[in-house]
């Protein structure tokens, strides 16, 4: 049978649907928020593409609307576990030999069926379980994930493509073998694109994966697997599974065979789990990849020269959208004292023409309810402290309630403390504090910006002098991974903004770059010579 070297779809960004009033988009996914919110969707595990419910459940409930139940999870245990890992490496040897192309083929069928027929479901499941206003669904688990699947393809191509030089008489190559036993993938509740992207890209490339998605994302992470299933992933190559985290981790850890872990989630949890890794080193076949990205403390740093307008909307888009339940949501703020109170004033003003707080099925609503009542119960504890603090003042917002949902006002916090805990504490909700410095200090305050944090994601300087954006730039060049000027410090697009950071954000392996995928293979270099040589003397022996 004849092959080629074969050209993969170029990949463009999804476009984003508006669901303004009356278009087609917002019935269809309105629709189908209303059947899932009035039905009792039924999720199991699935394992080797079997669909495994063990009777021992967990309730769903919308964060909006935390005493209706829209359905239940089945819990596994070690046993599940085991045979999730099993079946992986048993589906390994078929899945590793299949040409490339036909993995590709899998990947962005899926991103059709995305794009197409599972849009709305997608869309209507996140809005469920996380919470996300349609537009924040929208850009999460419906274009940025058919945006991975895509890019990702691209991308593969590029790596297998880059090859060595080879000299007279030599032939070079290279083959991107998988790792060498399965991937274990921890996916978090934020967004379904990254639980999606986690899994798949690892899969991609030849890998077979164990993928625990977080209790609070089930809902939209059955979707994804239908997605998978419809485009033809085979059986036992992702492996989905709920259950005891620490429990899981432990179990999959311990096996030889685990190669590499992709994860997002919270910097404690990964640093446990690396230390884990660390003691069972000698118990794998080979040094596992080790590949996160966790949290964050980012930060929006506007210079006097800043349009103080523009400084307002990056700070409410970039603190409020999702109520800051992004890892790179802006969560501190540094303003000079000559526009501070323009540019507070304008905050305030977009914060009152928010609509209160309620379901995403309102699509006049910018803000909807925080994932859960442990998040609930730690925001409002930091609201409560600084109103009672001398050096932190309520300058907007603060106000919380949990009789229906999980909701939180949008919250401005001003400090005089530069060191105060909401300036250097990740949050993760709609909660930002804001220190004003002299304007004679924007340098100091620079280095102040890159000292507070033990974070370095996201960042972004706003400014409309040059000298001073060049100085943010060299000063702040280890502090962000994902570094802004005069932008908000989210939203960054797949193909056009890989998205990482380091210090105690993670590994800084880009997601949604080919810098990611290298990750999960293993290089063979081949050297074919075609007339060996036959005597061991080199000419200088004479």
Request: charged share 25%; hydrophobic share 40%; with cysteine.
């Amino acid at each position: 049978m004849g092959k080629g070297f074969f050209q993969v779809p170029i990949a463009v960004n999804e476009v984003v649907k508006s669901y303004a009033p009356g278009s087609t988009e917002r019935e269809e996914v309105l629709k189908q928020y209303e059947h899932y919110f009035n039905g009792n969707e039924d999720v199991p595990m699935y394992i080797n593409g079997e669909e495994i419910r063990t009777g021992n459940t967990r309730s769903m409930s919308p964060p909006h609307d935390h005493q209706h139940k829209v359905g239940h999870y089945h819990i596994g245990d070690k046993s599940h576990a085991e045979k999730a890992i099993s079946t992986a490496l048993d589906a390994r040897k078929k899945w590793a030999e299949l040409t490339w192309e036909q993995r590709a083929a899998i990947f962005l069928r899926a991103a059709e069926l995305l794009a197409g027929p599972y849009r709305a479901k997608i869309n209507a499941a996140t809005m469920i379980a996380q919470s996300k206003t349609i537009h924040q669904a929208e850009i999460d688990a419906a274009c940025e994930l058919i945006d991975f699947l895509r890019f990702n393809v691209e991308y593969m191509s590029q790596i297998y493509n880059e090859q060595p030089d080879s000299a007279e008489g030599i032939w070079n190559r290279v083959e991107y073998r998988p790792l060498e036993g399965f991937v274990y993938a921890i996916t978090p509740f934020n967004f379904t694109a990254i639980a999606g992207n986690l899994p798949a890209s690892a899969a991609m490339m030849g890998n077979v994966v164990v993928w625990k998605p977080s209790d609070s994302q089930v809902f939209s992470a059955k979707v994804i697997m239908d997605v998978f299933k419809e485009a033809g992933l085979p059986d036992g190559v992702i492996n989905m599974i709920y259950g005891d985290p620490v429990m899981i981790t432990d179990t999959v850890l311990a096996s030889p065979d685990f190669a590499g872990i992709h994860f997002t989630g919270s910097t404690d949890v990964f640093k446990g789990i690396w230390k884990k890794i660390g003691e069972n080193i000698h118990r794998y076949k080979t040094y596992p990849r080790i590949v996160g990205e966790t949290g964050g403390k980012d930060f929006i740093i506007a210079h006097p020269s800043a349009n103080t307008k523009q400084v307002a909307t990056a700070i409410t888009r970039g603190a409020f959208e999702f109520q800051g339940q992004k890892c790179s949501a802006a969560s501190r703020v540094y303003l000079p004292k000559s526009l501070a109170n323009d540019i507070l004033s304008f905050v305030k003003e977009d914060i009152k023409s928010f609509n209160k707080p309620g379901s995403p099925a309102d699509m006049s609503n910018f803000i909807t309810a925080v994932i859960h009542e442990g998040s609930f119960d730690k925001l409002a504890s930091y609201i409560d402290k600084a109103k009672a603090d001398k050096d932190a003042e309520i300058f907007a917002g603060g106000g919380y309630d949990k009789s229906k949902g999980y909701f939180i006002e949008p919250t401005v916090i001003l400090t005089t403390n530069p060191q105060y805990e909401t300036m250097e504490t990740e949050l993760f909700g709609p909660v930002v504090t804001v220190y004003i410095y002299e304007d004679a200090k924007w340098s100091e305050t620079l280095k102040l910006v890159d000292e507070t944090s033990e974070y370095a994601l996201t960042g972004a300087v706003i400014s409309t002098d040059r000298y001073a954006i060049d100085e943010a730039t060299k000063a702040l060049e280890n502090a962000a991974g994902n570094f802004y000027i005069n932008d908000k410090p989210t939203g960054a697009v797949v193909g056009q903004q890989p998205f990482g950071g380091a210090r105690a954000s993670g590994t800084n392996d880009k997601a949604g770059s080919a810098q990611n995928l290298l990750r999960w293979v293993s290089p063979r270099l081949i050297k074919e010579t075609f007339v060996s040589p036959s005597d061991y003397r080199y000419p200088f022996l004479g």
